[in-house]
């Protein structure tokens, strides 16, 4: 009789076996000896000999299964679940989604059917469905990364996963890239953009503008307008081509952002598996930063980046960088005078020479920036971006003109003032008290060091609530004021009716 391990158990042959085919499956014929392994059951689950250790073995070979099914310790049913969220919000965005006025995919076809009526609204319902799961399986994931389960790489791997369909998607709850288009088209054909608007351009691109910036210049930094130069000499009247690599362009500003998290909390505290879940991950960021896609990821990615290379003490480095982000967006300018004190802390003498110091330097820096961008693009040094063109947008997402319309609801009547007057007075209030909330958060800062990063972002959030407009608002996501209504129909706003879905 052959030696046995000591985890196998000799079974007698019985008369009706007399080859190894009769054998169940894992098991092994010697001779006149059958020798089972522990985790041999059947195909229906069940132990033939229903003994306690093969229990036990098939129990762990189960748990060896579904160990297989979980990525970096949290469940591949999560990644699943965002990514099928993901691709409906892309489907459905071929239906009710910025696309452009005329579609060469769909065009007037039998699918086109989905672009109005019922067939916008089932891509509606579709579209946000999909928001639903994407959201479900964002909450899905924080609860195993604020449980322990999950680290870093599994958070970075759903946003892979669930960034893709929104790579190739329609526009998303806004038509703002086909403006960012249309400034880079004035650049490329030697036109200020700062001075006219699109309409003095024809083609493709500029038909897709909304009709409300076709007159307005343009409020966004050279920088900006440079990088949509490139694109648009690179696609040409292409609109989709544009949209795409209009993405692309985008795209280093989440790289910069994932890249900045782990040494932010590293100075701040916390946890960056926590930190890269409520921003990679966040179906707000990859709808709208993203899917609209909105200059601003690429200002809050530079931004991120200018301020842990500010605290690692490359001073220079992060204030030039921060100047970029200023160049991409005003937005920035707002986290400079912060970077200026983390910069004088560490400087010799007392500290109004240290804060003096730094800011001459930091000043030098900025301008050597913007003014180097407005060269290369092209347009007079002096020249600055018309940030009063959003201020046309009436929008009570914005709280100061949200104030402003209740005020109206409620005194209107009684004074025969129109809605315009009391918003004109309510945005003038809230920039003042922006400013005051700024002064004392910047005195707050002033001995420097990770205090002065923390009073910075509590100026960034006041930025978003009290400066106005949302859509261009520094500090905001430039699609904020459409949150969350990608297909609601404002045929008067658009160049077609056809736009209305996105408008």
């Not at 960034?163 to 490329?188: E, I, K």
């Not at 690429?298 to 480095?317: E, I």
């Not at 005051?436 to 509590?458: F, I, K, N, P, T």
Request: hydrophobic fraction near 50%; charged fraction near 10%.
């Amino acid at each position: 009789m052959p030696e046995v391990g000591p985890e196998e158990t000799p079974v007698p042959a019985t008369s009706g076996i007399s080859t190894p085919a009769a054998a169940p499956a894992g098991d092994r014929v010697d001779g006149d000896n059958v020798t089972r392994s522990p985790t041999g059951p059947d195909v229906l689950g069940k132990c033939p000999d229903g003994t306690a250790q093969e229990r036990e073995g098939l129990r762990a070979l189960a748990r060896s299964a579904w160990s297989r099914l979980r990525v970096s310790g949290f469940s591949a049913g999560t990644l699943v679940l965002g990514l099928v969220g993901s691709l409906a919000v892309f489907t459905g965005g071929i239906g009710c989604a910025g696309i452009p006025v005329t579609d060469p995919f769909l065009g007037d076809g039998t699918l086109s059917v989905l672009r109005y009526g019922y067939g916008r609204d089932l891509a509606t319902v579709v579209l946000y469905l999909g928001l639903g799961l994407m959201v479900w399986a964002w909450v899905r994931l924080g609860r195993d990364v604020l449980a322990g389960r999950s680290g870093g790489r599994a958070v970075v791997t759903c946003a892979g996963a669930w960034l893709v369909p929104m790579l190739l998607s329609p526009p998303l709850f806004t038509r703002d890239v086909y403006a960012y288009l249309a400034q880079g088209a004035l650049a490329l054909h030697g036109v200020d953009s700062y001075t006219v608007g699109p309409e003095v351009l024809s083609g493709p691109i500029t038909d897709n503008v909304d009709g409300l910036w076709q007159t307005t210049g343009s409020p966004y930094g050279p920088l900006f307008l440079l990088l949509a130069k490139g694109v648009v000499a690179v696609t040409g009247n292409g609109v989709i081509s544009g949209v795409l690599l209009m993405r692309l362009v985008m795209l280093p500003g989440l790289a910069l952002l994932m890249y900045a998290l782990p040494g932010l909390v590293g100075h701040l505290g916390g946890r960056t598996p926590v930190a890269l879940w409520i921003t990679v991950t966040n179906p707000l960021i990859l709808t709208q930063l993203v899917g609209g896609p909105h200059n601003d990821l690429l200002m809050v990615g530079l931004l991120a980046a200018a301020t842990l290379l500010v605290l690692n003490g490359r001073h220079g480095a992060g204030v030039a960088m921060a100047a970029a982000a200023a160049a991409v967006k005003a937005s920035a300018g707002v986290a400079l005078p912060f970077l200026v004190l983390i910069w004088a802390a560490r400087l010799p003498g007392d500290r109004w020479a240290r804060i003096g110091k730094a800011a001459a330097a930091s000043l030098m820096i900025v301008v050597t920036v913007y003014l180097s961008a407005n060269w290369a693009l092209g347009v007079p040094l002096t020249e600055l971006p018309d940030l009063t063109a959003p201020m046309r947008i009436v929008d009570w997402l914005s709280m100061p003109t949200g104030v402003g319309q209740i005020l109206h609801g409620i005194l209107g009547w009684a004074t025969g003032t129109d809605q315009d007057s009391f918003v004109a007075v309510t945005r003038p209030l809230g920039l003042v008290a922006l400013a005051v909330v700024a002064a004392r958060q910047w005195w707050l800062a002033r001995a420097g060091g990770v205090e002065a990063v923390r009073q910075m972002a509590v100026v960034l959030a006041l930025t978003a609530v009290l400066c106005s407009p949302p859509p261009r608002c520094p500090g905001t996501s430039a699609g904020l004021s459409r949150w969350p209504r990608p297909c609601h129909g404002q045929p008067g706003r658009c160049p077609s009716s056809r736009l209305a879905p996105s408008c």
